[in-house]
Nanobody
Framework: QVQLVESGGGLVQAGASLTLSCAAS????????WSWYRQAQGAERERVAV???????VYTESVKGRFTFSRDEKKNTLTLQMKDLKPEDAAVYYC????????????WGKGTRVAISS
């Protein structure tokens, strides 16, 4: 079973930048897609961005132009670069590996918290 571990969260001021990372304990290059989700307090979990093996990436409207999702296949890592952070970006961020087809299950990290001070 693959473990996903997020890092990089913290408290920043509105307008600042932050980079989140997600490290996988084993090869996930054969998975169907990889995503970043977030869950704000009292809200449902929402998908922030998803990328598929050919590199095509889709972002939720509220983060377009501010967030950049990248994947390093050799290092088995995912990165979410976030800039111009807004108070509404505050949430726990989770990385996800859509691996049900090849591994029989999807993988989730335990999350990293991003807090924004205005």
């Amino acid at each position: 079973q693959v473990q996903l571990v997020e890092s990089g969260g913290g408290l920043v001021q509105a307008g600042a930048s932050l980079t989140l990372s997600c490290a996988a304990s084993a090869d996930t290059s054969d998975c169907s897609g990889w995503s970043w989700y977030r869950q704000a307090q009292g809200a449902e979990r929402e998908r922030v961005a998803v990328t598929i093996p050919d590199g095509y990436t889709v972002y939720t409207e509220s983060v377009k132009g501010r967030f950049t999702f990248s994947r390093d296949e050799k290092k088995n890592t995912l990165t979410l670069q976030m800039k111009d952070l807004k108070p509404e970006d505050a949430a726990v961020y989770y990385c996800n590996g859509g691996c049900r087809r090849t591994h029989g299950m999807d993988y989730w990290g335990k999350g990293t918290r991003v807090a924004i001070s205005s």
